[in-house]
């Protein structure tokens, strides 16, 4: 996962997308960085770390130019060191080229070997190097072309932005896995992961680009393109369930409202009485309202959470993973004392997260712990943007039901059904969704070599 943001013509661009991508730390924790382009020079500012702090007034101030491309990274590919920051930027025959991107190539290996062995220099370990030295080694006349060409060699999920000297371009691949929308703020248009990016800065949302589409920004004009064959849609069914922030609108519809539907059909596939229902805060807290609406079980806020935190999944090791866990939600006695109590969880991924939180509802006098997961059971490896690092590490991949509720600690654990997860999207997406992490049902073939290793590691 990564956010990514792009401006133009705006001559405060760099501070407009250093706002939005605060809007988007949520896709991205490790790392953030700009890059802005002024006349002929190019600006550039990275670093591992939150938004608020690899960028300050001064850093701001000397990212100068109208175009702004802005990124917020969550590693799938490449090691977390600084080198593998984006955006990335080089210097070719064509001209100054620039991209963000979010989403993970299938065919990355190939197309990276191949590049090498006609002399490209590759300098990062990122996949998303691939689209510059495919810019700069394409033979066609023309940057459309040229971008076209090398788009067109991409296997697997990009939502990209990219800056090609005065041109500020945004793409989605044809399955369009990723989310991108574009908006329009004073005389500039915006390219955004999520609507919350344009929200923030009080931009307009003008509508998605369509999965196949490439837009093409200049100063005065913007022109679009469809040069691929379509595929099926395969938008990313995890935005909805997880990765998106609730009141962004992703591939055209409002995130709160899914998971609020999702956590009713929860409920009708497991109708209980109990004295409360409570979220794990914040993932789960939409399901768990609908849930309540639903169940009519009274809704309490069991666990609260401490904000000045970043997430915990993101954090690359096992040993800080366990440690943000537990300074993240406090428990309120009060609220769980003697209680049964339904809690709501929007995805169980390694298990240690739910187990945590299990305990300490446990220990701050819950009676009886019933488990609902706004989604049915994650077995399979994303290979389009998502870190789920290995299979093994799936605990739903290795384990039954049982096995994880004893795991897990609760007296009683169900997911969302399938069906019930794809009947609670909007009609008119039915049909549309990868939901390969749940059945293994991948609209790109994997990558031969990617997938050995995350399938067989540890
Ligand atoms: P677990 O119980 O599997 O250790 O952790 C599940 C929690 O991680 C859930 O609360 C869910 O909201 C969150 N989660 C699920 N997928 C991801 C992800 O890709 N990234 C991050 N940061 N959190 C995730
Ligand atoms: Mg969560």
Not at 198 to 205: E, N, P, R, T
Not at 443 to 452: E, F
Request: hydrophobic letters at 35%; aromatic letters at 10%; glycine letters at 8%.
């Amino acid at each position: 996962m990564c956010g990514i943001f792009g401006i133009y013509p705006h001559k405060e661009s760099a501070k407009i997308t250093y706002l939005g991508l605060y809007a988007l730390q949520h896709r991205g924790e490790e790392a953030a960085g700009i890059v802005t382009r002024n006349g002929k020079k190019v600006h550039i500012h990275k670093s591992l770390g939150l938004v608020s702090d690899v960028f300050n007034e001064k850093i701001l101030a000397d990212l100068r130019g109208e175009m702004s491309i802005g990124h917020t990274r969550y590693s799938t590919t490449g090691s977390s060191n600084v080198k593998n920051t984006q955006p990335f930027y080089v210097k070719s025959h064509l001209g100054d080229i620039a991209v963000a991107h979010n989403g993970n190539l299938t065919n990355a290996h190939a197309l990276r070997r191949d590049l090498e062995n006609k002399g490209a220099l590759f300098q990062t370990s990122m996949d998303s190097e691939i689209f510059v030295h495919l810019l700069a080694h394409s033979q066609k006349k023309g940057y459309q072309e040229a971008i076209v060409d090398s788009l067109g060699k991409l296997e697997g999920a990009y939502s990209v932005i990219l800056m090609v000297n005065d041109i500020l371009v945004g793409a989605r691949d044809t399955y369009g896995f990723r989310p991108l929308c574009l908006g329009r703020f004073e005389e500039a248009y915006i390219l955004a992961s999520e609507t919350s990016a344009l929200d923030l800065i009080g931009a307009q949302y003008i509508r998605d680009i369509e999965p196949g589409e490439i837009v093409f920004i200049h100063r005065d004009k913007i022109d679009s393109i469809k040069p691929f064959k379509p595929t099926p849609n395969a938008f990313c069914i995890f935005e909805y369930i997880y990765f998106s922030r609730p009141d962004s609108f992703v591939f055209g519809h409002n995130v709160y409202a899914i998971r609020k539907k999702l956590g009713e059909a929860l409920a009708k596939e497991y109708p209980q009485t109990a004295d409360l229902v409570t979220p794990i805060p914040d993932s789960g807290t939409y399901a768990a309202l609908g849930f309540s609406k639903a169940s009519q079980v009274p809704y309490e806020m069991a666990l609260i959470r401490n904000h000045y935190i970043g997430r915990t999944f993101i954090q690359p090791t096992q040993l800080l993973r366990d440690f943000r866990v537990k300074v993240k939600l406090n428990p309120v006695k009060d609220v769980l004392k003697d209680k049964k109590v339904i809690v709501v969880e929007d995805s169980i991924v390694r298990g240690t997260t739910s187990r945590a939180r299990v305990k300490t509802l446990r220990q701050a006098g819950a009676k009886e712990i019933i488990m609902r997961v706004s989604c049915p059971p994650l077995k399979h490896p994303c290979f389009y943007g998502i870190d789920f690092p290995t299979q093994k590490e799936l605990i739903a991949a290795k384990h039954d039901l049982n096995w994880i509720k004893e795991f897990i600690g609760v007296e009683d654990l169900g997911y969302l059904s399938l069906k019930g997860m794809l009947d609670s999207m909007p009609d008119c997406c039915k049909g549309k969704f990868c939901s390969a992490c749940f059945t293994g049902e991948y609209p790109v073939k994997p990558p031969k070599k990617i997938s050995k290793t995350i399938l067989e590691k540890n």
